[in-house]
């Protein structure tokens, strides 16, 4: 009971350069410059750059991003004319990050495509509603709101702002998470102390954050383009299968170019 | 498609079932035929060793036996496949798809739609797998045991009495010695033998000493009460290509219930500990269940689902250990004085790999640094860590990465925990915590999520002495850690302190100190921040945190993150302080909470005259001298009475630091 596998990155002399990046800099356990997040960021997108393409194109990821999609349609009112039943979601009771976590993992049991992608894509949407919700909730509010409390909160997903900021997240999250699959092998192995391996998080954290925030809000063609999306296609109720699609690939395609174009200036 | 973008696919025969008519779509390098008997045609790859355990028992009814041969058989399979190697780039061969023929005894039962796909829930939770699909055969049959093999010597029942999973591990040890101590029921203990000879010989060794008389508690009567029966089960004439083993613990469990079920009781118990039990992933790679959670409650659930199916009757899977830690288990241990049995226990994963003299324990693997960090917590080092570790990551350099990235993600993901709030825990948790809700039992969500902050909170203080006691034991300012021992990892110093890394080692680091006050004392609390700024400049206190709580903001919010990790906490107490429901029911309770675990040090100040003796806290030192309020008039002037506080938090602070 309580055995963890500890897993490692393979041997390859490009895998062992991205390792060498995340200890490079450290002298008996003194940082003497601080981690190229954007280089070991950019370089670790670049060794599995198909495998980033096969985690877009996972089936879980679809169902997650498209259970988002739902959220935000449903919560535009309590009285919604959309079949919500197979969301087991109802606006018209109190509902927490924890309720639509749930509906969310049933959803995602039913995809087969490749387990790992599963999970990350799960915790990533899971991840963006938690935040979402913890960052939009009134102040003073815990998370186990009254019903009134939580369904003014959850309705402000449902306009074009909101919904563009929830998609940021679910992107980041995923993109956080799938590096660090990567990433959080290694790293306590070759960083030598606990605050540098900590700060080495932070730095990697606050980068994807960065490099989210860019793509989503400095840059208004994106911002403009998720706003106008959900309005133009989110209205009347779910887009179809195609517009998810082309949402999805936008998204990716944004983030990927951000990741690997120069590093963000902070 | 790559072999690493397709999930493998294992079928499997077992008990001579017909692989080709079940399974016609399945290719010759995915079939696996399973064989425990003697005299068939298919050479024996499998050990069961059944005659041997009914034969203990005398009987089992054909069901039990089935069940036994179905939870060995998917044990043999799960060793049998290889699930990837630890580099892959990915980890897509982790997750398998099973697909077993069973030939049984009961075919009645077992080939009903809902008992395979409660197996498939179970195993599929458990392991990690995609699936585990069962398709039943009839018509096996197995000879008696022996003359006694007949309904009628079938072991006696005993409803006085527990059946109770040991491994030999702490968890176990402890529960046993509680139910020893605090019950007069006898103990019937389960353990699975898988061939490794230093598991059995922990098992035995312990077991011996605890059936020895304790002087001290004469009335146990711990050798008549403690019964031990074992199963054994493993592959045979060749090693394990997989060696994690997750479905060990379905193996486990049904040898407990089988028992369980024959001498007429309704559950058995799991001891294990929450923090274990939860498992909260320490990397992203972690999912899966490549971080166990064999006694997550899910898990759990699922267990009670199938036995309360096979039982025919609602049956119970006990884990009373669920909200401790592993330093309470070791703390319940020294509470019955029983601390010479800890070194005797084993809680090691990797005992194969440790050899000859080096020790019990390899010193590296989770369940190893769980132990030590524990031990440490508990302030037990001195009594049981003595030369169990193959290696000591305290003295020693860590040359090997696994226990570096054990070690280093153990105390990180403690130290998380004492940083999250509420919110935090929920927000940062929220994927797990919808898996672990649903299944706690007589808990709304919003109750289950704060007990369980709690218990993850309380584990991460603890964790944070044990890191305090082992830095100052090893901290001498002549010479340098050994580099990549766990005091170098902590270089760059007052890991797990708020603020001020830079801070000379050497001295201790300034105390964090905490206010709890009602907002119609806010005049008194800054006189009292006024008395302590010397403290401040002297750096003997870092800095302090208040917590207003204005009229009318009695809401059950967020607990200050400043509450969970301040080492002193000043409860100002006045008769607002008590009327505060927030004050006195919230901030209040957690501080003793912490006070009572060691975790801090909580003294009421008593600003004005009232009721306060009767509180939670009476029992505590009190400041002003004996609690005579600061505005009372046995002072000259509030000055003095502040002067007097100042001079015992400077006491406190000082007892706190030589304590640690």
Not at chain 1, 54 to 65: C, I, K
Not at chain 2, 156 to 183: C, F, K, P
Not at chain 2, 491 to 502: F, S
Not at chain 2, 569 to 585: G, M, P, W
């Amino acid at each position: 009971m309580g055995h963890e596998r500890v897993g490692t990155l393979p041997k390859s002399k490009s895998w062992r350069n991205i390792v060498g990046l995340m200890s490079s800099g450290s002298v008996g356990g003194t940082r003497t410059n601080d981690f190229d997040s954007a280089a070991i960021a950019s370089a670790t997108l670049e060794q599995v750059r198909h495998r980033f393409q096969r985690l877009q194109q996972d089936e879980a990821t679809r169902v997650t991003f498209v259970f988002l999609v739902q959220v935000a349609v449903a919560a535009r009112s309590i009285e919604n004319d959309i079949d919500l039943r197979r969301l087991t979601l109802d606006f018209s009771s109190n509902i927490t990050p924890l309720k639509l976590a749930r509906a969310l993992q049933k959803q995602v049991a039913t995809t087969s495509d490749f387990p790992e992608y599963a999970a990350i894509a799960q915790s990533a949407g899971i991840d963006a509603l938690a935040q979402w919700y913890d960052t939009n909730k009134p102040q003073q509010v815990g998370l186990f709101a009254s019903f009134d409390n939580s369904y003014s909160t959850w309705h402000q997903v449902s306009t074009g702002t909101g919904f563009c900021e929830l998609s940021r997240l679910f992107f980041a999250n995923l993109l956080r998470r799938y590096l660090n699959y990567f990433l959080d092998r290694e790293a306590s192995r070759v960083i030598p102390s606990l605050i540098e391996r900590d700060r080495f998080r932070d730095h990697m954290e606050a980068h994807i954050e960065d490099v989210s925030q860019h793509a989503f809000e400095t840059s208004k063609i994106v911002q403009s383009y998720s706003a106008g999306w959900f309005n133009r296609y989110a209205v009347k109720g779910m887009p179809s299968q195609q517009e998810i699609d082309g949402f999805l690939s936008y998204g990716f395609g944004k983030m990927h170019n951000e990741l690997t174009r120069e590093p963000i200036k902070r | 498609m790559s072999n690493d973008f397709s999930i493998a696919r294992s079928f499997v025969a077992c008990n001579g079932a017909d692989l080709m008519a079940h399974f016609p779509q399945s290719m010759p390098n995915e079939r696996l035929i399973l064989e425990y008997r003697d005299g068939v045609a298919i050479p024996r790859n499998l050990n069961i060793h059944l005659p041997k355990f009914v034969g203990d028992l005398n009987y089992l009814p054909p069901r039990m036996l089935d069940l036994l041969e179905i939870v060995s058989y998917v044990y043999g399979a799960d060793r049998h496949t290889y699930r990837g190697s630890k580099n892959d780039v990915e980890y897509h061969q982790w997750s398998r798809e099973y697909h077993f023929a069973v030939r049984v005894r009961d075919y009645n039962f077992w080939q009903q739609p809902n008992v395979a796909e409660a197996l498939n829930n179970l195993l599929s939770f458990l392991s990690g797998n995609v699936c585990f699909r069962f398709v039943f055969e009839p018509g096996h049959t197995t000879p008696q045991a022996n003359l006694f093999d007949t309904k009628e010597f079938a072991l006696a029942r005993n409803t006085n009495a527990h059946v109770i999973l040991y491994s030999g591990g702490l968890d176990s040890l402890a529960g046993v010695l509680e139910e020893l101590d605090h019950t007069d029921r006898d103990l019937y203990l389960v353990s699975h033998r898988s061939g490794q000879p230093a598991t059995s010989k922990t098992q035995d060794c312990l077991l011996e000493a605890l059936r020895r008389p304790d002087h001290t508690r004469p009335n146990l009567r711990a050798a008549e009460r403690l019964k031990h029966y074992c199963f054994g089960c493993s592959l045979k004439g060749e090693r394990a290509r997989e060696e994690t083993q997750r479905t060990r613990f379905f193996l486990y469990t049904a040898i407990a219930f089988v028992l369980s079920d024959l001498i007429g009781l309704d559950a058995i118990t799991v001891y294990e500990n929450g923090i274990t039990s939860l498992n909260f992933p320490k990397r992203q790679d972690l999912v899966h269940s490549r971080a166990t959670r064999t006694t997550h409650p899910r898990t759990i659930a699922a267990l009670q689902n199938f036995f309360t199916m096979v039982a025919g009757r609602t049956f119970r899977v006990e884990t009373p250990f669920f909200w401790y830690t592993k330093t309470d288990i070791l703390q319940s241990i020294a509470n019955l004085n029983r601390h010479d049995l800890i070194s005797s226990s084993v809680s090691c994963s990797k005992t194969f790999k440790v050899g000859g003299n080096a020790g019990t324990h390899c010193g590296g693997c989770s369940q190893c640094v769980d132990r030590r960090f524990a031990t440490w917590a508990a302030g037990l080092q001195n009594n049981v860590e003595g030369g169990i570790y193959a290696t000591d990551f305290l003295t020693e350099r860590v040359t090997d990465g696994d226990m570096r990235t054990t070690i280093k993600d153990y105390v990180r993901q403690a130290k998380d925990f004492t940083t999250h709030s509420l919110d935090g825990f929920y927000t940062n948790r929220a994927n797990e915590l919808a898996e672990i809700c649903e299944y706690l039992d007589d808990m709304n969500e919003e109750e289950a999520i704060e007990r369980l902050w709690k218990l993850s909170q309380q584990h991460g203080e603890q964790v944070k002495i044990a890191v305090e006691r082992i830095r100052v034991a090893h901290d001498d300012p002549f010479t340098t850690p050994k580099i990549d021992s766990f005091p170098d990892m902590l270089r760059q110093r007052n890991y797990l302190k708020e603020e001020d890394m830079t801070e000379d080692i050497i001295n201790h680091p300034a105390v964090e100190v905490f206010f709890s006050y009602s907002h119609v004392d806010e005049s008194l609390r800054d006189e009292l921040a006024k008395s302590l700024k010397l403290l401040e400049r002297q750096k003997i206190i870092s800095r302090w945190h208040d917590r207003r709580i204005g009229a009318g903001q009695e809401w059950k919010g967020e607990i200050d993150v400043h509450l969970n990790s301040a080492a002193i906490i000043l409860l100002l107490v006045s008769a607002d302080f008590l009327n505060s429901d927030y004050c006195y029911d919230v901030e209040m309770k957690r501080a003793m909470e912490r006070h009572d675990s060691g975790a801090a040090r909580v003294i009421p100040v008593i600003l004005r005259e009232c009721d306060w003796q009767i509180g939670d806290f009476a029992k505590l030192q009190a400041l002003p001298t004996d609690g005579k309020a600061v505005t009372s008039r046995h002072w000259h002037t509030s000055d003095e009475a502040f002067t007097v506080v100042a001079k015992g938090i400077r006491t406190a602070v000082e007892e706190w630091c030589n304590r640690i």
